[in-house]
T-cell receptor, first 109, second 114 residues
Framework: GQNIDQPTEMTATEGAIVQINCTYQ??????LFWYQQHAGEAPTFLSY??LDGLEEKGRFSSFLSRSKGYSYLLLKELQMKDSASYLC??????????WGAGTKLIIKP | TAGITQAPTSQILAAGRSMTLRCTQD?????MYWYRQDLGLGLRLIHY???????GKGEVPDGYSVSRANTDDFPLTLASAVPSQTSVYFC?????????????FGPGTRLTVL
């Protein structure tokens, strides 16, 4: 079967760094997406990785290792507004997106 | 700019009744999608449309139907609602049907079937 695993919830402190992991087992691989979803709102796009390595976008970076079926989202200089759920999604061999259940990130002052 | 709008925002529906969830986008995107989001589960694709006049089934299409008469609108119909269809429904669109395109999501419709 196809599976995306993410921690259910994480807590971090304002100003700190947090790493949210995502492991996947899918039939084929055609890229990995990270989306952010604030409570009660729509998901919004953060990043897309298709090759191994680190992609940096300001305070957010995303890493991919295809051989390990693993990705992480790194958030630096955490702000209270970063409190949200972070969704990992992987494209399978049929180019369908398989979504993880999301990681709820709680930022404390 | 409005982007994607969905209506209604929320709804309580009696089991066995029919309902249409509305979705409209003003970005002239070719592809549109309907997802449901349930607690503890990832987003699941119900139906999609890569261009006006065409539709396809996603992961969980049973009990739902869609139509795509024009580029802007992509309504989702529940013919005879059941309690298991209680969920938050998100409509999304992307520029083309290409997998790598960013998907833009509407604000969602919270549906409760009793």
């Amino acid at each position: 079967g196809q599976n995306i695993d993410q921690p259910t919830e994480m807590t971090a402190t304002e100003g700190a760094i947090v790493q949210i992991n995502c492991t996947y087992q899918t039939s084929g691989f055609n890229g990995l997406f990270w989306y952010q979803q604030h409570a009660g709102e729509a998901p919004t796009f953060l990043s897309y990785n298709v090759l191994d390595g680190l992609e940096e976008k300001g305070r957010f970076s995303s890493f991919l290792s295809r051989s390990k079926g693993y990705s992480y989202l790194l958030l630096k200089e955490l702000q209270m507004k970063d409190s949200a759920s972070y969704l990992c999604a992987v494209g399978d061999s049929n180019y369908q997106l398989i979504w993880g259940a999301g990681t709820k990130l709680i930022i404390k002052p | 700019t409005a982007g994607i709008t969905q209506a209604p925002t929320s709804q309580i529906l009696a089991a066995g009744r029919s309902m249409t969830l509305r979705c409209t986008q003003d970005m002239r995107h070719n592809a549109m999608y309907w997802y449901r989001q349930d607690l503890g589960l990832g987003l699941r694709l119900i139906h999609y449309s890569n261009t006006a006049g065409t539709t396809g089934k996603g992961e969980v299409p049973d009990g739902y139907s869609v139509s795509r008469a024009n580029t802007d609108d992509f309504p989702l119909t529940l013919a005879s609602a059941v309690p298991s269809q209680t969920s938050v429904y998100f409509c999304a669109s992307s520029d083309s049907g290409e997998f790598t395109d960013t998907q833009y999501f509407g604000p969602g419709t919270r549906l409760t079937v009793l």
